[in-house]
């Protein structure tokens, strides 16, 4: 019979263990909801004063009796402000997106169209590094997916292709058909990332040594968004070394059936 007491007595502390635990897991998941609202709530508060102190810079810069010392201030203000304009859109993006906030409206799109489209835009600044810009697409892919979210994820890859590379370099935009997926790469021969940073390249303000040492700025929230963006449509992104330096970024999303008509 002490036996049984006994037995009693360990499932009855299972059971309160079991139920701390469930608090806990409680308490932890309210935490990170406050967490995601103040966030967004102070992200969402900072947009109109850095928007009026910008406005207020190029006001002063479009001063053309602005003297020398104080149009070098101005033009401090000015772009620590689109700075930090930037920092706080990524973080409400970010924050909409993880509250599912952001309503991804696909619709079958010209991938095809909006990769040469993005690549126009970027040339004028790899033209500046001289990098050599390669293209090589399947003519009319189309993907399901929101324009403006894909056009998102591709701008940001071609722009950190084009901010991780050193003059003289190449960046390369590939697409193709595979099965029911198609598959964009962009690849550069870049200042690549540490093989044992990759596992955490994706995650939240996280910046590879290579970047930091090489001293290009950066938040770390480019590659986050990406990645939610594309897996809210279904998709994946990876990154891995390219052969001979730099990097490749692979994403992976669901082809648009082919029209019957
Ligand atoms: P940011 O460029 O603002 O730092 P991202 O989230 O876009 O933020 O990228 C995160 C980090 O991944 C960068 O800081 C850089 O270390 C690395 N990275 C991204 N793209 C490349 C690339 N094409 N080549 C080398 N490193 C890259």
Redesign the pocket.
Known sequence: STDVTERHRMAEERERLLAEEQRQVRRLRELDRMKDELVALVSHELRSPIGAIRGYAEMLLDDPDLGGEQRAFADVIDRKSADLQRLVDDLLDLARLDAGRIAIDPRPVSLTRLLNQSVEDHRPAAAAKRLTVRVDLDRHLRVHADPARLRQVVD?LLS??V??TPAGGAVTVAARREGDEVTVTVA?T????PSEQYPQ?FGRF???S??KEAGIK???????IIRAIVEAHGGTVTAAPREGGG?VFTVRLPAEPPQEE
């Open positions: 940001n950190n292709a901010k991780y550069d870049g200042i690549g990332i390249l996280f910046r590879a290579t970047a950066g938040t770390g929230l480019g590659l986050a990097t």
